[in-house]
């Protein structure tokens, strides 16, 4: 079956050092691959995609993410992290009729 | 402003009851979607709606049923035959005229049963 993982549960980063949210998919043909975030009791909100062309994503509030064939990794970077950034991101794929469907989602926590 | 509109916020079940929970969109989207959230599971599809009149089961449709009468609406109502129904639901939509477009969500309803 075709999925997307995050490893991990929770990931804490000192505000100011490089953030990486990680995931890692497994889907026929060519993925579209997408990042959201979301603030507690909040909706998500979308922070970028990737369909096809540059590896290199960049998204909204300075964040980007680079997509890995060979590694089928689509994680999530950011160079230097704010308190503002703490919230749980999800990775998701595009499985038809713009069906998403979700990893488990990682915390991240951001300490000032 | 344009966006998409849940209501309400926070919703009470008793059990055997149903509840409907509210979507309403004014971004002239065709596709509308509904997830479910718990802790830890990420989202899971519901029901989705691609155009007035027509909608599809999701990944976890049974207890839930929807209709889709207007474009801009698209209820959800949680029936009494959903075992555990406590969650939060996230309605969504779509341009579906553009490829692999992001999707745009609402600010959640959650249910509880008490």
């Known amino acids: 079956a075709q999925s997307v993982a995050q490893p991990e549960d929770q990931v804490n980063v000192a505000e100011g050092n490089p953030l990486t949210v990680k995931c890692t998919y497994s889907?026929?043909?060519?993925?579209?691959l997408f990042w959201y975030v979301q603030y507690p009791n909040r909706g998500l909100q979308f922070l970028l995609k990737?369909?096809?062309?540059?590896?290199l994503v960049k998204g909204s509030y300075g964040f980007e993410a680079e997509f890995n064939k060979s590694q089928t990794s689509f994680h999530l970077k950011k160079p230097s992290a704010l308190v503002s950034d703490s919230a749980l991101y999800f990775c998701a794929f595009n499985y038809g009729n713009n069906r998403l469907a979700f990893g488990k989602g990682n915390q991240v926590v951001v300490i000032p | 402003d344009g966006g998409i509109t849940q209501s309400p916020k926070y919703l009470f079940r008793k059990e055997g009851q149903n509840v409907t929970l509210s979507c309403e969109q004014n971004l002239n989207h065709d596709a509308m979607y509904w997830y479910r959230q718990d802790p830890g599971q990420g989202l899971r599809l519901i029901y989705y709606s691609q155009i007035v009149n027509d909608f599809q089961k999701g990944d976890i449709a049974e207890g839930y049923s929807v209709s889709r009468e207007k474009k801009e609406s698209f209820p959800l109502t949680v029936t009494s035959a959903q075992k555990n129904p406590t969650a939060f639901y996230l309605c969504a939509s779509i341009n579906s005229r553009s490829m692999n477009t992001e999707a745009f969500f609402g600010q959640g309803t959650r249910l509880t049963v008490v």
């Open positions: 889907v026929s043909g060519n993925p579209y």
């Open positions: 990737y369909i096809t062309g540059d590896n």
